[in-house]
């Protein structure tokens, strides 16, 4: 089959659109289900999507027998990054199948001193259940950890995110609680506010993805000493420099493509020498200002920001460490 003809997530999103408006929503779901068991979804990753989706519209149109059918067949998915797995224990718990829906968000809670993610469709699953109590539990032991774990700096750098998204979760769900502050919320409070800081928000770095960064590096071989050796080098320094702002509580940081093709043409127009390095850091300047990038970083099951079609987790999370 022509991959073009493939359904991407949009697709999909496109497809369910219309249920929304209509007293019986079950064509809608029957043409999303079709699409995942004829083959026609681009990747594992939309085939979950369409089933949850389709849990999502049954359920609000009553049905939660049938929720809970797809809810099952989206955390069966090949490589599920939990948040199907959240849905499906949250519509257990919901059809009073308790105990085997908390063996499934049991399963789930490592992710939540993983994935900076994890805590809001943990969270949000456990308090659409009944079981806000559990969650502000879960999320106040995974603080603690991840706290102990940022302040011995001995973690990777994705603590520091997680450790903020996991104390706002909390927080949120304490408030729908009514329950008073307590010492988590006093941290929140304080990481948000530095957070607020406008110069720890907002950074982007540019880099050059492999075949930019071949062409930068032939023409100027000196730019080694900025952008590395090669391209595992540059990768490697790209991980450890955003490792680095992240430790020192930056949040939203972006990643941005260069391209050699970008930084001749700034050099024309701006009239500057395109080997000289304060060119560069221009011309990365002006791309960051014009551009959104992508968010650093990835979700640990995600696909790498180096576009090498491996999991962040196995690609270029470690190269900070290497
Ligand atoms: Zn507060
Ligand atoms: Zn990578």
Redesign the pocket.
């Known amino acids: 089959m022509p991959s073009e003809t493939l359904l991407t997530i949009d697709d999909i999103d496109a497809m369910a659109y219309p249920a929304q408006a209509l007293d019986d929503p079950s064509p809608v779901v029957a043409e999303l289900v079709a699409a995942v068991e004829q083959g026609r979804v681009a990747d594992d990753e939309t085939a979950a999507h369409a089933y949850l989706l389709s849990a999502e519209i049954t359920e609000r149109a009553g049905d939660l027998a049938g929720a809970l059918a797809y809810a099952e067949k989206a955390a069966t998915v090949p490589g599920e990054d939990g948040l199907s797995r959240a849905c499906y224990a949250e519509l257990l718990v919901k059809s009073g199948r308790e105990e085997e829906g908390r063996a499934v968000f049991e399963a789930l809670r490592p992710e939540l001193l993983e994935d900076p993610h994890a805590c809001s469709y943990v969270g949000e699953a456990l308090e659409a259940c009944g079981l806000a109590t559990v969650a502000q539990e879960w999320l106040a032991e995974a603080a603690r950890t991840l706290a102990e774990r940022t302040a011995k700096g001995d973690d990777d750098f994705t603590a520091v995110d997680t450790l903020f998204a996991v104390l706002t979760e909390r927080?949120r769900i304490?408030?729908d609680l009514e329950l008073p502050?307590d010492d988590l919320?006093g941290l929140?409070?304080e990481m948000e506010a530095v957070a607020d800081a406008p110069e720890l928000q907002g950074q982007a770095l540019l880099y050059w993805p492999e075949a930019e960064l071949a062409q930068v590096l032939q023409r100027w071989p000196e730019r080694a000493d900025i952008y590395g050796l090669d391209w595992l080098d540059h990768r490697t320094n790209v991980e450890r420099t955003l490792a680095g702002w992240s430790s020192s509580g930056v949040i939203h940081i972006a990643l941005i493509p260069g391209s050699m093709a970008g930084l001749l043409a700034f050099a024309t127009a701006e009239e500057l020498d395109p080997a000289d390095p304060e060119t560069h850091a221009d011309y990365a300047e002006q791309v960051g200002e014009t551009t959104d990038g992508v968010e650093w970083p990835p979700q640990r099951n995600a696909p790498c920001w180096c576009a090498s079609g491996v999991k962040y987790k196995k690609c270029c999370l470690p190269r900070s460490r290497a």
């Open positions: 927080h304490r408030e502050h919320d929140y409070h």
